[in-house]
């Protein structure tokens, strides 16, 4: 007698364009009966986002939820949390993929706010408020960037307090806010800090998996945690110019969704890029 597979729900963040919308697409496909979370800023781009994807998957519509999320907000992610918590009940997996960057070379202290606004602290605060709310051996998949390696720091101190294996919250907590300072007093470059305020970003965010993944309670409830990156794909914040297609883009996200539901001790807050483990 077939065991009937219990369908999975899957948030994911931005997911009505870029590699959102193809991470979405990817696991649509899947045999495995997924349902989806889209938080997205527009309902009505939600919306049409899932209109388009039913020429390819007839059902997806049936099998989705459209719910207003903007991660940069406080109030948003609190509504979008309290929804989960009275109406909607508990889910399988998150997937951090909403991000922002600012086009050219922007770069100020406004620039950096904007950006960790986001990129780094908007996507703990949402990953914080949805963790109750994510079932036991579930998943935390945060799409981040090869952007964000240790080679755009140059000051070996620096790089070596971030690359602890024991880092903390607050150490990154810190550094974000000593980046912010330092680029506002123009004494970043002598700190060792990059003029890249997407980059830096995306680095801490990169390590906020690793801390998430030493979490005593996280770990207790076998719930993964992974960071990954999709590549340079083209998209409406990284250009017309990047050689991957949203579905490549979309490979290495959908993996980790994929992966079998328990921590794999080699794995777990590890940062991934083209589906395999690799060092920032």
Known sequence: ?????????IIITGANK???YGILENLAQKPTPYRFILGV??????????????????DIEERSIVRELDISNSDSIKAFTNWLEKEHGPVDALVNNAGMAFKGDAFDDEVVRITFKTNFYGTIELTEAVLPHINNNGKV???GSSAGKFKILKNEDLKNKLDDPEITKDTLLKVAEEFYNTVKDGT????GYPKQSYAMSKLLINLYARVLGKDPEVVKRNIQVYACCPGWVKTD?????A???IQEGSVCPSFLVELPWEIKKDYQGKFFYDCVVTSL
């Open 1 to 9: 007698m077939q065991t009937v597979q219990k369908a999975k729900t």
């Open 188 to 191: 970043f470059e002598k700190l």
């Open 141 to 143: 998949v945060t799409v």
């Open 237 to 241: 914040m990284a250009g017309d110019k």
């Open 41 to 58: 800023r527009s309902i009505e781009n939600g919306k049409n986002a899932l209109k388009q994807l039913s020429k390819l998957v007839p």
């Open 243 to 245: 050689p991957r297609t």
């Open 18 to 20: 870029g590699v959102g």
